[in-house]
């Protein structure tokens, strides 16, 4: 299809006024492309070359509206870092209405009624990580928003003392951009319980069409919101992806990750890892990562209390942990390849001591299960003490590892096949995207769409980047990001 003949749908205007502004996107300066991704255009049945043009630069630039588009930013409420701010809302995107509905939404063109003290404004770096990593993540079957492209400018942009930096506009996609922030902001003033009704009866649609019919329908939607999240949260842990800012406006009600900010995939294997620069606390770290999802989920459970049976979510909300450690097991279990269904064993002794072991030996998480996917037999277990700092630790596991799948009688082709599935050879780390990013300073993007290719592909050879397959050096391991973006 052409731009040109691409539709959108706006549902957002039947809400009160007060839950969106009608606004237009401020254009950047000098606008260029710096990628466009083929796998987006296949889902909204774009033409590739499309992307090419200098119609759809202005498109995701703001310049050129297409049929059936209303521009809108949302307003929501959330709770950051556990404090309650009761006005937040799109500062710095601007939704344009749907085709297939996958909700369109630019980042980081321009000003909006919620942009506070803000700039309205996204900087190339923080653009580049989220379009390269919510594509990463899909490719990992991890459920996410996505992204069709990428903007540069010249269009100056002020974040820290030491350096001007340039604008850069990233055109989202998604299934739906309702967070558990936009049930707090309409779950207060006049007529919460109406509204709150309104927009329960929007995600379900969007999001859990299933339900339309349903008695007690806002449970249900609470109660698979509560599956998914756990499934989520499963799937971060199990891969060592850290979000960084789970504050509750950056929490789908779809169970997608959304609003990739200063997030890491853990490079060396620590429980306690805090990606975020600005969580001096450590409210978001690892460990705490699916703790603090039941917590925004609690949040929720609040502002739904006129409109379902409080009692029931809370109680439902009980499954939550249990719900995300049967989840987790099963990936774990996939990643050293063992068949749960072969032993009915969990194998969470296993994998708890592996974890320590990991810890112990510091050893580069996603780099060890690709390493072990490699294994000729487990005999031979140079390739990974060789990446370990201390061995000892990795060598007493793989003792345990060897009595439980000989206990198990777990056999070697299936379990390599499992693994073969489950671990890929490329996990995009920061210090990756940290190159791509100085590359595209210098005006280079060369890098940005071979790690797109990466990402998109992580379970392929990419000959000419081996040394992305390997544990991430030392001197970039674990570093902190800044919020600032
Ligand atoms: P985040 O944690 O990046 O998802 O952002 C939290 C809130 O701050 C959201 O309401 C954003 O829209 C807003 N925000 C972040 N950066 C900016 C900016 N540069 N200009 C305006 N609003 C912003
Ligand atoms: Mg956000």
Redesign the pocket.
């Known amino acids: 299809m052409k731009l040109n003949e691409l539709k959108l749908e706006v549902d957002y205007f039947e809400f009160d006024k007060k839950f969106y502004q009608k606004i237009e996107a401020q254009a950047l300066n000098h606008p260029h492309l710096i990628s466009y991704s083929k796998n987006a255009c296949d889902l909204i049945g774009l033409d590739y070359e499309e992307c090419e043009s200098d119609e759809f630069i202005k498109f995701v630039n703001g310049e050129k509206v297409l049929e059936g588009s209303v521009p809108y930013s949302m307003a ?1 409420a ?1 709770h ?1 870092f556990g404090y309650f701010v009761p006005q ?6 601007i939704n344009l209405g749907a085709v297939n509905n996958w909700h369109f939404q630019t980042k980081g063109s321009g ?2 009624r ?3 003290q ?5 900087v190339l770096r923080s653009s580049i990580r989220e379009y390269i990593m919510s594509e990463a993540m899909h490719a990992l079957g991890i459920p996410t928003t996505r992204a069709l492209a990428l903007i540069g400018s010249s269009h100056k942009v002020f974040r820290s003392y030491e350096e001007v930096e340039t604008g850069a506009v990233v055109m989202r996609m998604s299934p739906s951009w309702i967070r558990i922030g936009t049930f707090e902001f309409f779950s207060r003033g006049k007529n919460a319980k109406e509204n709150v009704s309104q927009l329960a009866d929007y995600v379900i649609k969007q999001s859990y069409p299933h339900l339309e019919n349903e008695e007690n329908k806002y449970e249900k939607m609470y109660y698979e919101l509560v599956d998914n999240t756990a499934k989520l949260l499963a799937q971060w842990q199990a891969y060592g992806f850290m979000h960084g ?1 789970m ?1 509750t ?2 929490m789908s009600m779809a169970g997608l990750t959304i ?1 990739y ?1 200063p997030y890491a995939f853990m490079d060396t294997f620590d429980k306690h890892n805090i990606c975020n620069h600005t969580d001096q606390e450590g409210r978001y770290s690892y460990n705490n990562q699916p703790h603090i999802a039941g917590w925004n989920l609690e949040v929720l459970a609040n502002t739904l209390k006129d409109n379902c049976d409080f009692l029931k979510l809370m109680k439902y909300l009980e499954t939550f942990i249990p719900q995300h450690i049967k989840a987790y097991l099963e990936i774990m279990n996939k990643r050293i390849g063992l068949n749960e269904n072969l032993s009915g064993d969990s194998n969470l002794d296993l994998i708890i001591e592996l974890l320590n072991a990991l810890e112990s030996a510091k050893i580069d998480y996603n780099c060890f299960f690709y390493e072990l996917t490699k294994l000729e037999n487990f005999d031979n277990i140079s390739t990974i003490t060789d990446i370990c700092v201390f061995r000892e630790p990795m060598i007493k596991w793989f003792e345990e590892y060897k009595k439980v799948i000989e206990r198990q009688n777990q056999d070697f082709k299936i379990m390599k096949e499992l693994m073969r599935k489950t671990n890929p050879k490329f996990v995009i780390k920061n210090y990756m995207l940290q190159e791509a990013i100085d590359e595209a300073k210098k005006g280079n993007f060369k890098l940005v769409n071979d790690l797109l290719n990466i990402a998109q592909n992580p379970f392929d050879e990419h000959k000419n980047f081996e040394r992305y397959s390997k544990p991430t050096p030392q001197e970039y391991a674990n570093l902190m990001l800044s ?1 600032s ?1």
């Not at 803000?118 to 996204?122: E, F, L, N, Q």
């Open positions: 929501y959330g950051q937040l809302g799109d500062g710095r995107a000003l909006t919620y942009s506070r803000g700039d309205g404004r996204a800012v504050n406006d950056n609003d900010g919020c973006s």
